[in-house]
């Protein structure tokens, strides 16, 4: 059974920098696209980022753009999270994921994290 494991969560203060790191375990997910959601208090889950198996296809929502970048690793079988210019809207609990299909990734992934939880304060 495959996990992902989320880390670098924390709090920060407005226009400041995290990373967020994803690591799975388990087994290879090399081939997988990989992604991020996350949960603010009292909102629904929403898309973030995701990158194709290769890191050839990366998709941003646009509340993020131009702020955080997803990168992945395949030999170490993970996936990061720099956020940078933070803002307290972005406090949310942030949800690493994994699926087969690049599509899918954005909408219904097939793997998911426990969540870490990233506070930013104003």
């Known amino acids: 059974q495959v996990q992902l494991v989320e880390s670098g969560g924390g709090l920060v203060q407005a226009g400041g920098s995290l990373r967020l790191s994803c690591a799975a375990s388990?087994?290879?997910?090399?081939?997988?696209?990989k992604g991020w959601f996350r949960q603010a208090p009292g909102k629904e889950r929403e898309f973030v980022l995701a990158i194709s198996w290769n890191g050839d296809i990366t998709y941003y929502a646009d509340s993020v753009k131009g702020r955080f970048t997803i990168s992945r690793d395949n030999a170490k079988n993970a996936v990061y999270l720099q956020m940078n210019s933070l803002k307290p809207e972005d406090t949310a609990v942030y949800f690493c994921?994994?699926?087969?299909?690049?599509?899918?990734?954005?909408?219904?992934?097939?793997?998911w994290g426990q969540g870490t939880q990233v506070t930013v304060s104003s």
């Open positions: 388990g087994r290879t997910l090399g081939s997988y696209a």
């Open positions: 994921t994994a699926d087969p299909n690049i599509q899918r990734i954005r909408t219904m992934p097939s793997v």
